[in-house]
């Protein structure tokens, strides 16, 4: 599967050009970058690959299919041309301003009849593959609820104003985690944290709890501005608890230098001091960490492409995501719990 990425920031130049590079049956044939900056990033990064100044041109150039990347009051109208186009489209979070757009993209890419999937690839991410593992285990018991949090003191990264705001850049991921996890929510509680710090006002914080379908509860807060630097998961049930405190590992060696094409034996896994803790009546235990690699993101996805497999996360799962983000944001405003 021949694609090209529209977009070199951050999210373009870490989490998603050396996943194309390391995932099975893709090939990364374009970058779209419009600064001289960005432009010099790329062609130190992949020297000799082509680099675009427009979607359009790149969707000339030829692709079977295109990752969105741009920032995010940019993506539902770069989306609808690349589906306009007849490509395949992997959007990154959130690909829409709300659900109600994101419908509008779901119905336009099936009457294209293209592939649009969502780029939640922190489903990924070893801490929640490990929590997954012991979820499936039974170890727990009947589960009564899971808590997260992911605090980073990185406040020159939040993204400002009306199309901004932690809530739909880490809550997009801490949401998808836990619907993925525990499945549908039925209602919402939230509360949020603003600034006007940056000359915008901006959601800085929030702390959310779903009740899930399944009879969980689950809890998902972060802060940026806070100078907390936390990663914890936490899973209580009938017989026992689980409990993990790590680190963020994929970010970390990309921001490190290393790229998973290097090193896919070793690439995800968190250390050992790192391990969480499995807390039963008769003993405690270390549990080891599980394999994390944005990497099966892409290679799931051009399998889907071909028809050999199902799609990673498609379209209908983003819409599940933005309808509790929306829901969220309801709910902060009237200090309500709101029924999906």
């Avoid at 690959?49 to 940019?74: M, Q, R, Y």
């Avoid at 989306?79 to 490509?87: D, N, Q, R, S």
């Avoid at 922190?122 to 808590?147: F, K, M």
């Avoid at 080891?288 to 498609?314: K, L, W």
């Amino acid at each position: 599967m021949r694609i090209g990425t529209v977009g070199y920031g951050v999210g373009g130049r870490y989490f998603h050009a050396p996943f194309i590079e390391a995932a099975d049956g893709v090939e990364l044939v374009g970058v779209v970058a419009r600064s001289d900056a960005k432009r010099t990033q790329v062609a130190a990064d992949f020297p000799g690959l082509p680099i675009f100044w427009s979607l359009a041109e790149l969707l000339e150039a030829g692709v079977d299919a295109v990752t969105i990347t741009t920032p995010p009051h940019t993506r539902q109208e770069l989306v609808l041309e690349a589906i306009k186009a007849g490509v395949h489209v992997v959007a990154d979070k959130p690909f829409a301003p709300n659900a109600g757009a994101a419908r509008e993209l779901a119905v336009a890419a099936d009457n294209a009849g293209v592939v649009l999937n969502v780029y939640h690839n922190r489903r990924r991410d070893a801490d929640i593959l490990t929590l997954a593992n012991v979820l499936a285990s039974g170890e727990l018991g009947e589960l009564w609820r899971v808590h997260s949090t992911m605090d980073q003191d990185n406040a020159g990264s939040l993204e400002l104003g009306a199309s901004g705001g932690l809530l739909r850049d880490l809550g997009s991921h801490l949401v998808d985690q836990m619907l993925w996890l525990l499945g549908p929510a039925t209602h919402v509680h939230a509360t949020l944290d603003w600034t006007d710090r940056f000359g915008e006002r901006t959601d800085c914080g929030f702390f959310l709890t779903l009740s899930h379908k399944s009879g969980a509860v689950s809890t998902v807060s972060a802060s940026k501005l806070n100078h907390s630097s936390t990663r914890e998961l936490r899973a209580y049930g009938s017989r026992g608890s689980y409990v993990a405190s790590g680190a963020d590992v994929q970010a970390d060696a990309l921001f490190a230098g290393r790229r998973p094409a290097e090193d896919a034996a070793t690439w995800g896994v968190d250390v050992a001091e790192n391990w969480g803790t499995l807390s039963l009546r008769d003993r405690r235990e270390a549990v080891p960490s599980a394999q994390g690699n944005y990497a099966d993101f892409y290679t799931e996805f051009a399998r889907a492409v071909r028809g050999e497999g199902p799609e990673p996360v498609p379209a209908a799962e983003g819409i599940r995501t933005l309808e509790v983000l929306d829901a969220a944001r309801r709910s902060a405003q009237e200090n309500a719990v709101i029924a999906l």
